[in-house]
């Protein structure tokens, strides 16, 4: 990661806190070939970090690398406040914003497994591992310890996938019209294009992550061409793997998408590592083959022509919008008409469709 791509992660890391509900009172980096072992930052940072949770009263920290067991109990220790790293951040942004008993049933599981993982090795576990057939002295202890997290998981994925199930069975029936999903970074606005195109009413919220459920909604692009429109959760770099897996019912909405509107923050300064991020997350939930076109949303914020230009000179096929003007929507509608029956979608025509 280069300097500026660590200065936008860390900045958007302090939107994850903001939005958590903490308020950012200070800011340390350290530039290191690999993390330290122990502690991440190694001792003399350490002690810097000391001093500025000293100076500024801070009671948590928290760390944009992702903490493994010992590294979060040591500098728990050291430092005498709560230590959180950026996947806990986002699975207690995601466990406030949980509405339906599905998104619930997700995060709970993600949260149980994160834990589990969160159990320190001891030290007779690390001496005796690797070598078969031996049971190291702390090994009955801390498996009657994870017991119970083990069995709540189990419950949870029992859970989840009956939901799953009665949802695949509800959704058997095949629908005459076209399905189109927005995908996107995490508050590019698809929740304001979904309100835009379908008239409909999902919930804003200038904040990262402000839904979670899948929303779908009927949409005429024009007269006899009428979509599903469906909205889903947002993307962001270092998505923890354990939500992804646990949201992938979710997320399958974009595998059986026939088109996707690739949905990204035009005003944003980084916005081509946005849309990398969203094709790596679509290649690591198995949609990168699916169709798309890539809208570049919020081109009235703050961005200039010369900004919109040069971003459509990267990405010639992109399609300049604002969803909250309604600019460039009417081009959106013919590049999706148009992209669907490339692809050889056609529409049904049902009564309630026709006239």
Same mark, same amino acid.
């Given at each position: ?88 951040? !986002? ?227 992109? !399609? ?36």
């Amino acid at each position: 990661m280069d300097s500026a791509e660590a200065a936008d992660s860390l900045l958007e890391l302090g939107r994850l806190a903001e939005t958590a509900g903490f308020e950012v009172e200070g800011e340390l980096v350290q530039n290191r070939d690999k993390p330290h072992g122990g502690t991440l930052i190694g001792s003399g940072k350490l002690e810097e970090l000391k001093a500025l949770i000293a100076s500024t009263g801070a009671d948590t920290v928290i760390a944009d690398n992702e903490l493994n067991a010992i590294q979060a109990f040591n500098l728990g220790k050291a430092l005498s406040v709560r230590v959180m790293d950026r996947t806990e951040i !986002i699975l207690e942004i995601f466990a406030r914003r949980a509405r339906s008993a599905e998104a619930q049933v997700q995060v709970e599981l993600a949260q149980q497994e994160f834990l589990l993982r969160r159990i320190p090795v001891t030290e007779s576990q690390q001496r005796f591992k690797g070598r078969a057939n031996v049971r190291g002295p702390g090994e009955g202890h801390l498996h009657l310890r994870n017991e119970p997290l083990r069995r709540r998981i189990a419950e949870l994925k029992r859970k989840l996938d009956t939901i799953q199930q009665r949802q695949t069975r509800r959704g058997g029936i095949r629908h005459p019209w076209p399905l189109v999903s927005l995908v996107g970074y995490t508050n590019a606005g698809k929740s304001t294009l979904l309100n835009a195109l379908a008239g409909a009413d999902a919930y804003v919220d200038d904040k990262l992550f402000a839904t979670l459920d899948t929303k779908t909604r009927r949409a005429w692009l024009a007269p006899a061409r009428e979509v599903l429109l469906t909205d889903t959760v947002g993307f962001i770099r270092n998505l923890p793997h354990s939500l992804v897996a646990s949201f992938r019912s979710t997320l399958d909405v974009a595998v059986q998408a026939d088109l996707l509107l690739i949905v990204v923050d035009a005003a944003y300064p980084c916005v081509d590592d946005h849309i990398s991020v969203c094709h790596t997350t679509l290649l690591e939930i198995g949609a990168h083959k699916v169709p798309y076109l890539l809208v570049l949303n919020k081109c009235d914020r703050g961005t200039s022509d010369h900004a919109v230009l040069h971003l459509t000179e990267r990405h010639p096929h992109a !399609i300049p919008v604002s969803a909250r003007t309604g600019f460039g929507l009417d081009i959106l509608k013919r590049a999706i008409i148009e992209e669907l029956m490339k692809h050889g979608e056609a529409w049904s025509l049902p009564p309630a469709s026709q006239g």
